[in-house]
């Protein structure tokens, strides 16, 4: 597929998908969306990536859904179902996120709104320029934080937080989402390029599995008992453990050299 309302390119282990739409602070489309899916089963096949970063083009991250989108717009009194929308686009993106092969990092370069918003939270790690900002820009609009907002808003920064984000959608600077817990670090405009980039260069070869059994981990912990959590801790440490990765890691500790990680 040739993107359009995407740039997505691969080297080194880093994957780095762009979101192309500027003019419109990158809102989605269908179009993009069918991009996106396109460049995540790309990821999936392509064992030579080991992170992926995600970032917008231009002043903005992304400012969710495009209203002006045929696909959600208002035409002749007629309303499209938004909870198809959602299904179909939003719900399906945010579970390929959340159960990607690899590790994710949201660059947020700029200000992200409404489901821009969710879409960085659903990444493993959310690095934000000072100058950016955070939207939950639905009940402006008549709508709920979706694409996991309610599920990502009170686990990240408690409900009193999550409440007032969500009814009042005033834009919470990114040095004061850092302070919150709601995303792992706020860098100066200038270092945004530096920091993601050394961070996905670190992500890249590190045990990409074991990265991504603790994204599931702490992805379960909240719904479970101490003792469920205990023993996928167990599982996840069996399957960890028979792995090449965990062979590399525990040879080179002994051997006082630098692990070489294979990914698998
Ligand atoms: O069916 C469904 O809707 C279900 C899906 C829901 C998921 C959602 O994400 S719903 C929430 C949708 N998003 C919003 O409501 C955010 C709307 N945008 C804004 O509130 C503001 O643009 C921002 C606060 C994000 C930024 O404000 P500002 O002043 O920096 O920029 P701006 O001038 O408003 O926007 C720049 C351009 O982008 C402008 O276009 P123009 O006039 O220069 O041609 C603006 O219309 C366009 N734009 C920004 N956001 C969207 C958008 N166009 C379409 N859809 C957008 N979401």
Redesign the pocket.
Known sequence: MAFENITFAAANGVARLTLNRP???N??TEAMHAEVRDALDQIQEDKSIRVLVITGAG??FC???????P??AIINGKV?D?GN??ER??KALIMRLASLRVPTIAAING?A????VSIALACDLVIAAKSASF?Q??S??G?IP??GGTWFLPQRVGMARAMGLAMLAD?LPAEKAEAWGLIWRCVEDADLAATVDGLAAQLAVMPTKALVRIRQAMQAAPTHTLEQQLSMEAGFMRELGWSPDYAEGVAAFMEKRAPKFTGE
Do not use: W
């Open positions: 003019d419109k602070l809102s989605f002043r903005g400012a969710g859904q495009d209203l002006a989108d696909s959600v499209p938004m929308v959602v686009h939003y200000v709104a409404g489901a821009g939207m820009a639905f402006k609009i709508l979706d694409t834009k």
